[in-house]
């Protein structure tokens, strides 16, 4: 280490920026399923999978719901509302 300040504080100041590139360089390179021990990414496949159920149950109850109203309409009956 030098005896001049301007050439610490510059070492220093170099130190900090390699330190920070590598917190950066490890926070791009990390896996969604190992961030933060991948409890969060556990979070997003759950929260996906109940949108896709939610979706798929919607799916089938409005293709039901068309066939109910096919046969009604089959029926002669008027449209219900």
């Known amino acids: 280490m030098s005896d001049n300040w301007v050439v610490q504080n510059l070492e220093n100041a170099l130190e900090t920026w390699n330190e920070k590139l590598s917190e ?4 791009i390179t990390t896996t969604p399923q190992n961030f933060k021990g991948g409890n969060i990414w556990k979070v997003i496949v759950d929260i996906n999978g109940a949108v896709q159920a939610i979706g798929l149950a919607l799916h089938h109850t409005g293709r039901y719901a068309r066939r109910l109203a096919d046969k009604w309409h089959s029926q002669g009956l008027p449209p219900c509302l």
Do not use: G, P
Request: aromatic letters at 24%; hydrophobic letters at 75%.
């Open 24 to 27: 950066i360089w490890t926070l």
